[in-house]
């Protein structure tokens, strides 16, 4: 009898230290990041438009990416250091995109690593810059010289609502020749061709004639 208690006690504590995870190598790890920046004239230095740097973490193990966020860099910073703890074993790809503030991709860089449970691995990625511009205005109705609010402003795939005041700001398009489109239910809709330059091109007022008028008023801001 006390034979069997003595083997059931053992079994059960064989259990437990199994089930513990006793002796199994940790299924989690740490990744240790150095953000570099790009080298402008023999000196690497934040592009100066940028107001923050997001680093996410993709891959094996996390069906979201785990994201940080460097808010305002120094620009005479040269690297950006972010660390990721507690991340599941496997292979990641780390990207890094340092952001202007309406969230246009400055500089963008990425690389792939494998997290080791128990161990920190380091990565290093080197952002290039990219050819990537913020396009902003406002939106004035014609007649009565206010803000045009809730326009949607379409440029390629981008696209901006504008706000109460008018103003807008499409993120994330390429320089060069580009069409800009108005469309609103409250307002006729037109596009016109713009040249798009980095980092930031303002096109200032842009009027808009509300859809309740055939023809624009003799003069701005009056009433037909």
């Not at 059960?12 to 990041?33: N, Q, S």
């Not at 913020?134 to 795939?157: F, M, P």
């Not at 981008?158 to 993120?171: E, K, L, R, T, W």
């Amino acid at each position: 009898m006390l034979k069997r208690i003595v083997v059931g006690f053992v079994g059960l504590m064989v259990a437990l230290i199994l089930g513990c995870g006793g002796g199994a190598r940790p299924a989690l790890g740490t990744i240790a990041v150095t953000i570099v920046f790009p080298n402008q004239r023999q000196q690497r230095v934040v592009p100066p438009e940028t107001q923050r740097v997001r680093v996410e973490v993709s891959g094996t193990g996390l069906a979201q990416p785990l994201e940080q966020v460097v808010e305002r860099p120094s620009p005479e910073m040269s690297e950006v250091q972010v660390t990721f703890t507690n991340v599941p074993v496997g292979s990641k790809t780390v990207t890094a995109t340092a952001e202007d503030r309406y969230g246009t991709h400055r500089a963008k860089g990425s690389a792939e690593t494998t997290v080791i449970g128990g161990q920190t691995v380091t990565v290093t990625i080197e952002l290039n810059l990219t050819n990537l511009a913020s396009v902003i205005g406002r939106l004035v109705n014609i007649r009565t010289g206010e803000g045009a609010a809730g326009v949607t402003v379409q440029i390629g795939a981008q696209q901006a609502i504008s706000g109460s005041d008018g103003s807008f700001a499409v993120p994330n398009v390429e320089e060069g020749t580009q069409t800009v489109a108005f469309s609103s239910d409250a307002f006729r809709g037109y596009s016109k061709s713009i040249t798009v330059a980095v980092p930031l091109t303002d096109l200032g007022e842009v009027l808009l004639l509300p859809q309740q008028l055939e023809n624009p008023p003799a003069s701005p801001f009056s009433s037909p």
